[in-house]
């Protein structure tokens, strides 16, 4: 029998996409320079040099069987050390070789964590606001995701909120910093009290409570803010890594995860982990990109494109008296809409081909998410667009 559940997901569809797709067709119409899309998180500059010069020294070393060959399910031996070496020089974390899985990006090490975690019943969390295909991956298994909220202003991480949003079920946390949708950057202070916490609730509850890191924006921050390290303040934190915002390669899937050797039950997820990407067909990441993306960990295209961007588009919003949450990290603006209803909002800015994301998709009804990650050119000509729009609303300053 067909399962129910994952028809109705797929019937439900993404509402990035489709708005996205909309945003396509209306550019046949009206002309490509008149829409302005804001709803996809897919780089738009290019990979650094690193990239291009690690492909050229590999297609000069290797034959192309060499370089296309089947990889082991779980990575190149040499790839997988050289993110361990990483991770132990950077991080202090005593990463082992057999500790890296390289996958294909950070969406393959949520689907199959949610499936090694909590199939045998349990709950996960995260904190709102949040990437929308977290509750997917939850329910998708027969789980639940919980949505605790964060600090209303900042979206920084409430404590209390997060002690009455954890039960006795409360297997996993997902953690997304930088942020998608906000751009928050988590502090250390609020981190470092929910693994206190967590530690406690862990002796509370009688059984370990794990931290999966989803942090495919980490090296996309601005102003010399700390992203911190969450496996070296809280020892059961599953790393996920992509390279897909970082360098520019979405559409090379390619990422790993990482489990600290003192991790509880680290045998059955390690071997769990392995069965699960089996199952699920994510085995032998690209040969050739695992070994091209690995020389260039740390690595970042041109961000201060992107911070350019966000400097423009925070500036002028919130001259124009909109209210945002100032993005450290990332590629995301999240900005509060001038009325309730952000869907309804959405719909009266795609009649002038302004396409924004509702918030509602990422657990934060009242705001829209905007991709900056466009070229400047699109926001400039956007910008007479939000003031309309803030004129409209009599939000205008």
């Given at each position: 029998?067909?399962?129910?559940?994952?028809?109705?997901?797929?019937?439900?569809?993404?509402?990035?996409?489709?708005?996205?797709?909309?945003?396509?067709?209306?550019?046949?119409?009206?002309?490509?320079?008149?829409?302005?899309?804001?709803?996809?998180?897919?780089?738009?500059?290019?990979?650094?040099?690193?990239?291009?010069?690690?492909?050229?020294?590999?297609?000069?070393?290797?034959?192309?069987?060499?370089?296309?060959?089947?990889?082991?399910?779980?990575?190149?031996?040499?790839?997988?050390?050289?993110?361990?070496?990483?991770?132990?020089?950077?991080?202090?974390?005593?990463?082992?070789?057999?500790?890296?899985?390289?996958?294909?990006g950070t969406s393959t090490c949520l689907a199959v964590l949610t499936r090694v975690?909590?199939?045998?019943?349990?709950?996960?969390?995260?904190?709102?606001?949040?990437?929308?295909?977290?509750?997917?991956?939850?329910?998708?298994?027969?789980?639940?995701?919980?949505?605790?909220?964060?600090?209303?202003?900042?979206?920084?991480?409430?404590?209390?909120?997060?002690?009455?949003?954890?039960?006795?079920?409360?297997?996993?946390?997902?953690?997304?910093?930088?942020?998608?949708?906000?751009?928050?950057?988590?502090?250390?202070?609020?981190?470092?009290?929910?693994?206190?916490?967590?530690?406690?609730?862990?002796?509370?509850?009688?059984?370990?409570?794990?931290?999966?890191?989803?942090?495919?924006?980490?090296?996309?921050?601005?102003?010399?803010?700390?992203?911190?390290?969450?496996?070296?303040?809280?020892?059961?934190?599953?790393?996920?890594?992509?390279?897909?915002?970082?360098?520019?390669?979405?559409?090379?899937?390619?990422?790993?995860?990482?489990?600290?050797?003192?991790?509880?039950?680290?045998?059955?997820?390690?071997?769990?982990?392995?069965?699960?990407?089996?199952?699920?067909?994510?085995?032998?990441?690209?040969?050739?990109?695992?070994?091209?993306?690995?020389?260039?960990?740390?690595?970042?295209?041109?961000?201060?494109?992107?911070?350019?961007?966000?400097?423009?588009?925070?500036?002028?919003?919130?001259?124009?008296?909109?209210?945002?949450?100032?993005?450290?990290?990332?590629?995301?603006?999240?900005?509060?809409?001038?009325?309730?209803?952000?869907?309804?909002?959405?719909?009266?800015?795609?009649?002038?081909?302004?396409?924004?994301?509702?918030?509602?998709?990422?657990?934060?009804?009242?705001?829209?998410?905007?991709?900056?990650?466009?070229?400047?050119?699109?926001?400039?000509?956007?910008?007479?667009?939000?003031?309309?729009?803030?004129?409209?609303?009599?939000?205008?300053?």
């Open positions: 029998m067909i399962d129910q559940k994952l028809a109705a997901m797929g019937r439900s569809g993404n509402i990035i996409r489709e708005i996205a797709e909309y945003g396509a067709e209306q550019a046949k119409i009206v002309g490509a320079e008149n829409v302005y899309n804001f709803t996809i998180g897919s780089p738009s500059i290019d990979p650094p040099t690193c990239i291009f010069e690690k492909m050229d020294e590999l297609r000069a070393s290797m034959s192309p069987a060499q370089l296309h060959t089947y990889a082991p399910a779980a990575g190149f031996p040499e790839v997988r050390e050289k993110a361990a070496a990483y991770l132990r020089r950077c991080f202090g974390v005593p990463y082992r070789a057999q500790d890296v899985i390289i996958t294909c975690l909590l199939s045998g019943g349990g709950r996960a969390m995260t904190f709102t606001p949040y990437f929308m295909d977290y509750k997917y991956y939850a329910e998708s298994v027969g789980s639940t995701l919980t949505e605790c909220p964060t600090d209303p202003y900042t979206f920084q991480l409430d404590l209390d909120a997060a002690e009455k949003a954890l039960t006795s079920d409360t297997m996993l946390i997902v953690m997304n910093s930088p942020n998608n949708p906000s751009g928050v950057v988590l502090r250390r202070e609020g981190l470092e009290a929910l693994a206190k916490l967590l530690e406690r609730k862990q002796k509370e509850y009688g059984h370990p409570i794990y931290i999966v890191a989803d942090e495919p924006y980490r090296d996309l921050v601005y102003d010399g803010q700390e992203v911190v390290f969450l496996p070296s303040i809280y020892k059961n934190t599953i790393y996920c890594y992509s390279f897909s915002k970082s360098v520019s390669l979405p559409g090379e899937r390619v990422g790993f995860m990482a489990l600290p050797p003192e991790l509880d039950d680290y045998d059955d997820i390690s071997s769990a982990v392995m069965a699960a990407i089996r199952a699920f067909g994510y085995i032998c990441v690209s040969s050739m990109w695992q070994r091209v993306a690995i020389d260039c960990l740390g690595a970042t295209s041109d961000i201060s494109i992107y911070k350019g961007n966000r400097d423009l588009l925070y500036g002028a919003l919130t001259e124009m008296g909109y209210t945002c949450v100032h993005p450290d990290g990332a590629f995301y603006l999240f900005m509060k809409t001038p009325e309730p209803d952000a869907e309804a909002f959405c719909r009266r800015a795609m009649k002038d081909n302004l396409l924004v994301v509702p918030g509602d998709s990422f657990g934060t009804p009242g705001y829209v998410r905007l991709a900056y990650c466009v070229s400047r050119d699109v926001i400039e000509r956007a910008l007479p667009v939000f003031r309309k729009l803030a004129e409209e609303y009599g939000i205008a300053k």
